[in-house]
């Protein structure tokens, strides 16, 4: 079983729509969660963080985190064309030797008009 | 904040080159930063992670004398491709952390293109 796994996509929904992402890890007692999104031929950019079981609204962006089921996810309001790219969800495992958070492989997002 | 450059952004050279790739936190100081490679349509894949003043933690598979990473101070660290190849061209991206369980930001990235 993959450290963090999410859907490879691609998923497609219409422009004006809601967009939910998701993601599971594997390790109970992680910490701290986040989503990166990725345009076709540039690095990561951090759109997201969350540390608490629940929700965490950021604009059209909302993150959701369920620690008992270990999933989160983030939704995104009112799709426009440009959020179309690649969404990375990232984990901080609990192991204290860990210094580096674990990646999914990402989903594809399109938006169509 | 939580600016993250670095240099150069794309690189084209012969092969048998070495190439410095530089990756600094602006406004922040970095405990640790880490060395991604990703080939096109493909995910990201973790070389090293480094630590201000001691040495790289190489991941499995990745040379460590092929690949010198130095970070000597918390602004700055440097990826030297070492006698570059043209198996080694690829997309080269940085990122910082200033703690553990902080965000990991990332720098534009290096695109490598060894002739």
């Known amino acids: 079983q993959k450290e963090v796994e999410q859907n490879s996509g691609p998923l497609s929904v219409p422009e004006g729509a809601i967009a939910s992402l998701n993601c599971t890890y594997s390790?109970?007692?992680?910490?701290?969660f986040f989503w990166y999104r990725q345009y076709s031929g540039k690095s990561p950019e951090l759109i997201m963080f969350i540390y608490s079981n629940g929700d965490k609204e950021d604009g059209r962006f909302t993150a959701q985190l369920n620690k008992a089921s270990q999933y989160v996810s983030l939704l995104i309001r009112d799709s426009q064309p440009s959020d179309s790219a690649t969404y990375l969800c990232a984990v901080n495992p609990p192991y204290s030797s860990a210094s580096k958070i674990i990646f999914g492989s990402g989903t594809r997002l399109s938006i169509r008009p | 904040g939580a600016v993250v450059s670095q240099h150069p952004s794309r690189v084209i050279c012969k092969s048998g080159t070495s190439v410095k790739i530089e990756c600094r936190s602006l406004d922040f100081q970095a405990t640790t930063m880490f060395w991604y490679r990703q080939f096109p349509k493909q995910s990201l894949m973790l070389m090293a992670t480094?630590?201000?003043?001691?040495?790289?933690?190489?991941e499995q598979g990745v040379e460590k004398d092929k690949f010198l990473i130095n970070h000597a101070s918390l602004t700055l660290s440097t990826l030297t491709v070492t006698s570059a190849h043209p198996e080694d061209s690829s997309f080269y991206i940085c990122?910082?952390?200033?703690?553990?369980?902080?965000?990991?930001?990332f720098g534009d990235g290096t695109r490598l293109s060894i002739l």
């Open positions: 390790d109970r007692g992680s910490q701290s």
């Open positions: 480094s630590n201000e003043g001691s040495k790289a933690t190489y």
């Open positions: 990122s910082a952390r200033e703690g553990m369980g902080q965000p990991q930001h």
